[in-house]
């Protein structure tokens, strides 16, 4: 039995009952354009009344219940997997409950941020006790209208019983005098053996609206009065805006007004989503998209150099001995650059035993160096953001990451109070962290401000992708010292990018090596660079997972063998103060995918690659299964062990680890960003190359770790392990290793 203090939410929990007055709310539409999944299909005429119980929750009159879900849903199925967390603690009939995405709220909601993998670990504890504690109030008000003592009210499936007395009632008949009941100190929690909701798979809310295509998503919001806005910007990293001749497209149709903005002055104060390389810009708005599109392409404007971007990439080049000193950027540098840095003195960050003696005594050194490239995150849902900014009150409707930050930056650029501005949330067409970056909320608002206008702000592709906020281009060396017996004696990593190092000193296999040593560094640029899928782990893990396969091959060992049996170092005798990970939790899906793919098995034609890594608190490994048909590589099946803690929607769950695998697959093999004279080469899917549905594997088999561990992250730990299997079953297939992403794509697009 787990008893929880409801003093976290208290204070929201009193203001919530305090808002009902008498406890009733009518209807709810808070979503603009956008009406909720179930209503239609529900059997129940809709309530009457509503009583508001908590920030979580409303009970309706006839029993239905709407949970919100506070968090942004970004495809990871939040939206269902949270509110089925609430309903358990509540024990509601899963089939008499709506849900509805919440407002931004932080007074009532915590960590309103879909980033991290995080939203249902850090939410697991509250979206208990929100549920807990309403159960709690309806048996109160039951105990105290029947006269009957509290423990013996029992609550199962929307139904309020007392066995002695042979008296019930349904939700709906108690609600209003709940939503008196005084909120409780602490709750009970169920024990998660008596779980019913958690654990089942269930569809997900929006399932039918996505696929009729009813209104959801940002780009569906259309409103009275509102103009269509789109963004003219510098065409390269290093650039800035000259002058532009407003009057070039004034008279095209359709076009209503063209002016400059100044996003970010300087001397706001920017919040950590405020990435942004272009803040001074050219707006142009209009009647439609397709007319704002066709000025946008008209409009003369002269760019010049930013002395502020490129002065230090020009002595950056300089002393690397680089002719092309012009400040602006190109990858065939940045590949120079990483190399020379990588070849130097760099920050160490963890050293264990003495692993320069290590390779002094070796008898044999392997040393590989690993390199990805820029990637864009390409949303399928380009950037957009609804803004009504009047009468000193901002009314803003879009997909966005990070609301809270978000606020605050429109909070600090038009110096409004916090109370007047308004975030409402829709489903996002994805995100993979491009949308934790708010700028183009930003954008829309001041936009919004300068027109007197509601406006839609709209990226093109190419705005989405030459405007872009990147993942990082990253360089790694690994070096392992081996004795005459090929035992391994110490490893040395040596990690840095392009603006930032992938490297996790603390992962494994630190703390099952006796002399290791993590090296770190860094290169600065002018391109704009942030969060993308799993940061940083989407390359080191496939980079230190083909070393070690790579490595055991030396040794003369299987490579899962190998894993286990530094994991099992790592567990009996770890080295070091410190290491992030679990061995045996880390060693548990390994020996599962093991079992589950039938490892040491031989399929005629088929080569198989393995690899496993422990990102957002949770563990991954796979077995992929590739064919090589008419020279190219055919992925025929991906087994993946997952230890995530408890499952909520296992169903859910399951699509998020495929999603995640193919995505990987996708990325490892055939994805880059490539820069010439500061200009993105790819600004289009034309150029951009993303995996193929013919391309992605036949079948992908899904098992879960069976745990009362409390969950963890899941959107991102399947994406960056899988690179690693691609690149080991490629090198069972041809012979050859792959030390370089894109493994697929042509020698000049390789960073």
């Keep these: 039995m787990t008893v929880v203090k409801t003093s976290i939410g208290r204070r929201s929990f009193i203001k919530s009952v305090g808002l009902a007055g008498g406890g009733m709310v009518i209807g709810f539409s808070w979503l603009y354009s956008c009406k909720e999944a179930a209503e239609e299909e529900l059997a129940l005429q809709m309530p009457e009344e509503w009583y508001e119980m908590n920030g979580f929750l409303k009970i309706g009159d006839n029993g239905l219940v709407t949970i919100m879900s506070p968090n942004p849903e970004i495809g990871q199925n939040v939206k269902t997997s949270m509110p ?11 089939s008499m409950v709506l849900v509805e995405q919440a407002p931004l709220n932080t007074d009532v909601f915590t960590r309103q941020l879909a980033g991290g993998s995080q939203s249902i670990r850090q939410g697991w504890e509250s979206l208990r006790m929100a ?29 309020i019983s007392h066995a002695a007395s042979n008296q019930s009632a349904g939700f709906g008949e108690l609600a209003a005098a709940a939503a008196q009941v005084e909120v409780p100190e602490e709750v009970t929690l169920k024990d998660k053996s008596d779980f019913s909701i958690i654990g089942t798979s269930r569809k997900n809310v929006d399932a039918k609206k996505i696929v009729t295509g009813q209104p959801l998503y940002g780009l569906d919001i259309q409103e009275d009065g509102m103009l269509i806005a789109m963004l003219v910007q510098p065409p390269a990293f290093g650039m800035q805006l000259k002058s532009v001749d407003t009057e070039s497209v004034r008279s095209m149709p359709g076009i209503r007004d063209v002016f400059t903005i100044d996003v970010y002055p300087d001397d706001m104060e920017k919040e950590w989503s405020d990435v942004a390389a272009f803040s001074k810009n050219v707006v142009i708005l209009g009647d439609s998209t397709w007319q704002v599109m066709q000025a946008q392409k008209a409009i003369d404007v002269e760019w010049e150099l930013n002395p502020k971007l490129t002065e230090q ?128 909320l930003v954008e829309a608002a001041v936009i919004s401000e300068k027109a007197g206008k509601p406006i839609k702000l709209v990226y093109t592709r190419e705005d989405d992708m030459t405007n872009g906020v990147y993942r990082p281009a990253y360089h790694v060396t690994y070096k392992a010292a081996l004795n005459e017996n090929n035992e391994l004696l110490g490893l040395h990593v040596n990690a840095g990018g392009i603006p930032e190092s992938p490297l996790f000193a603390d992962r494994f296999p630190a703390g099952a090596i006796d002399n290791y040593r993590a090296d770190s560094w860094a290169l600065p640029t002018s391109i704009s660079v942030g969060a993308f899928r799993a940061p940083r782990s989407n390359f080191i893990a496939g980079a230190e997972q083909s070393f070690l396969d790579e490595l055991a091959e030396e040794m003369g060992k299987d490579p899962i063998d190998f894993r286990l049996e530094l994991l099992e170092r790592a567990q009996n005798d770890p080295v070091g103060e410190r290491n992030d990970y679990d061995p045996a939790r880390y060693a548990g899906v390994l020996k599962k995918v093991r079992e589950t793919s ?13 690899s496993a890594y422990f990102c957002h608190n949770s563990y991954v490994a796979q077995v992929l299964d590739l064919e090589m048909q008419n020279n190219r590589p055919k992925i025929k099946e991906v087994f993946c062990a997952v230890d995530c803690g408890i499952v909520v929607n296992p169903d859910a769950a399951t699509n998020m680890v495929e999603g995640g695998t193919v995505d990987g697959i996708g990325h490892a093999m055939y994805s880059a960003i490539t820069f010439k004279d500061g200009k993105p080469e790819q600004q289009n899917y034309d150029r951009y190359r993303l995996i193929r549905h013919s391309e992605a594997p036949e079948k992908i088999k899904v098992d879960f770790i069976q745990s009362d561990t409390d969950p963890t992250g899941l959107g991102e730990p399947p994406f960056p392990p899988v690179m690693g299997a691609v690149a080991n079953a490629l090198y069972k297939a041809t012979g050859k290793r792959h030390y370089h992403q894109p493994f697929m794509a042509p020698p000049e697009f390789k960073g």
């Design 84 to 94: 089925m967390i609430v309903a358990e603690e509540l024990d509601v009939d899963w």
């Design 131 to 159: 549920g807990a504690t309403v159960k709690h109030m309806l048996k109160q008000a039951a105990a105290d209208a029947w006269q009957v003592p509290f423990e013996e009210i029992t609550i199962k499936e929307g139904v």
């Design 313 to 440: 990439i020009q002595i950056l080049e300089k002393e690397a001995g680089l002719a092309d000193a012009s400040g602006l950027e190109n990858s065939s540098v940045h590949a120079s650059l990483m190399a020379a840095k990588a070849s130097q003195e760099a920050n160490t960050v963890r050293r264990d035993g003495d692993p320069e003696k290590a390779f002094k005594n070796a008898a044999r050194v392997i040393e590989r160096s690993y390199t990805c490239p820029f990637l864009a995150h390409n949303c399928m849902e380009p950037m957009n953001f609804f803004a009504d900014v009047s009468n000193g009150k901002a009314r803003l409707v879009g997909p966005i990451q990070t609301p809270e930050y978000a606020e605050k930056s429109v909070q600090k650029r038009l110096g409004l109070d916090l109370k007047d501005i308004d975030i409402q949330m829709t489903r996002m067409g994805g995100g993979f962290g491009r949308r934790l970056y708010g700028h183009f």
């Design 598 to 610: 039938n490892w040491g098995s031989e399929k005629a034609g088929v080569s198989r690659g393995v």
